[in-house]
Structure formats: C-alpha cells, structure tokens
C-alpha cells in the first residue's frame, strides 16, 4: 500500500529509524483502527518483491518494520527472505489473526476482540501491544500475557482517540502492575508518518 522511513513510534523499538512497509488488505476490523484505508487490498497496487529489497537497501537505518493491514494474510516467507539475504532487519506489526510466516527478528503481536489471535501466534511475540480502549481491557490484556512466553515484553498502548481519558487509568495500572510497560505512538506527537 505504502512505504516510507521513519522513526518506530510505538512499543518497544520506540525511536529508532525504520524503514515502513504497509501492506495492503485487513479483514480484523477494528472500529478503531487508524489505517483503515488499508482495508480494501484491491485499491492498492502490488509491488516486486526485490524492488522493496532494493529500496530498503537505500536507506541508513537497516530494519523494515512489515505492517498493514494485516500482514499475516500473505506468505512473507519469500519476503522476509530477501530482506535478510540483504543484511536487513525484519520486524513486524501483526494482530496475529493468521498463523506466522517468514522470519523475524522481532514480533509484535497486538491481539484484536474482534478477531483473535491464532494460538500458534503467542510464542513468537517479542512484545505484545494491548491497545486500551476501555476499563475493561486491562482484564482482557491479562488474558493474553498469560499466553506468550516469558520474555516478550508487555505494553499497554492507549487507543489515540481517547488517549487523554485512558492516561491516568494506564499510569495507575502500570504503577500497579509493573511488568506492563506504556507505549505510546509518540509518531502522532512528532507529526511524522
Ligand atoms: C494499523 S495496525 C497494522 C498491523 C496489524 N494489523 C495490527 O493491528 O497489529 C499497527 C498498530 O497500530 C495499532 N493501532 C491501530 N489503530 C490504533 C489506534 N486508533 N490507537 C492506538 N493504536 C492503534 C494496532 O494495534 C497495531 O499495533
Ligand atoms: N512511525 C510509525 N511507527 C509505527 N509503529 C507501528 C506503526 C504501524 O502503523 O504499524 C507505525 C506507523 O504508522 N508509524
Ligand atoms: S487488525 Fe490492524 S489493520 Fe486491521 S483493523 Fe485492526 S488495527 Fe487496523
Ligand atoms: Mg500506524
């Protein structure tokens, strides 16, 4: 659908320079979502694969970031092998509503209510990102850190719309609970894509 370089702004690669590759299409459906004209993947033309390798080449900072969309609705086996092949880092943003593919060295995993992970997701995530839209969220975030492995790193992330209600109920959670972490999509703060 898209790609450009810019700064990670969420969870736990947060600042560092990335090169962008949104793919097109999502059938999840998020009410919320803040891409959702990735939705329909026949609007957005394909692209070779070796000509994002060769553009992800150009750039200084060596990692793409794969998202969508949802990207787990394709193969990325063939993708993420061309990257790697080229000395690029490959992360990617998936609600895990597909099984894993490709290889990655890094995942995040943000499961949806309205279309949950498939299991075999949860042992791959390096984080996971709950997105907190309301109070009964952090229940259902718990839920699904009992289900990654021991070192994926927990992030509890407010929906951008309703940011300014959720802080103070993120914070004292965090306080609390201190093996969640706050993400934020500080790329919204910076103005940057
Ligand atoms: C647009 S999604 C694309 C990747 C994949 N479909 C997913 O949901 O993980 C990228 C990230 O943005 C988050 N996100 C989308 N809309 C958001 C919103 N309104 N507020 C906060 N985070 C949002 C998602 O949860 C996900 O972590
Ligand atoms: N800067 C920046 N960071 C991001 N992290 C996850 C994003 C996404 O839409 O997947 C995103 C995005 O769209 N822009
Ligand atoms: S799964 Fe991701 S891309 Fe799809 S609707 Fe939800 S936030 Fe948007
Ligand atoms: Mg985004």
């Not at 097109?24 to 803040?34: A, P, Q, R």
């Not at 992970?117 to 009992?146: C, G, M, Q, R, T």
């Amino acid at each position: 659908m898209e790609a450009f370089y810019t700064i990670q702004g969420e969870g736990g690669n947060t600042g560092t320079a990335a090169y962008f590759i949104r793919l097109g299409g999502c059938d999840v459906g998020c009410h919320w979502c803040d891409v959702k004209e990735s939705w329909d993947a026949e609007l957005h033309p394909l692209t070779p694969i070796n000509e994002i390798v060769e553009t992800a080449k150009t750039f200084p900072g060596k990692t793409v970031v794969v998202t969508g969309g949802e990207p787990l609705l394709y193969n990325l086996h063939p993708l993420t092998a061309g990257l790697q092949d080229a000395g690029i880092r490959t992360m990617i943003e998936t609600s895990g509503a597909y099984p894993l593919s490709g290889h990655w060295d890094w995942v995040c995993l943000s499961p949806k209510k309205f279309k949950a992970p498939d299991a075999s997701v949860y042992p791959f995530a390096d984080e996971l990102k709950v997105i907190i839209f309301n109070k009964s969220d952090f229940a259902w975030a718990e839920e699904h850190a009992a289900r990654v492995g021991a070192t994926c790193k927990l992030y509890l992330q407010p929906e951008w719309s309703k940011a300014g209600q959720l802080m103070p109920l993120i914070v004292e959670y965090v306080k609390n609970n201190p093996q969640w972490r706050v993400s934020l999509q500080t790329h919204k703060y910076m103005d940057i894509p």
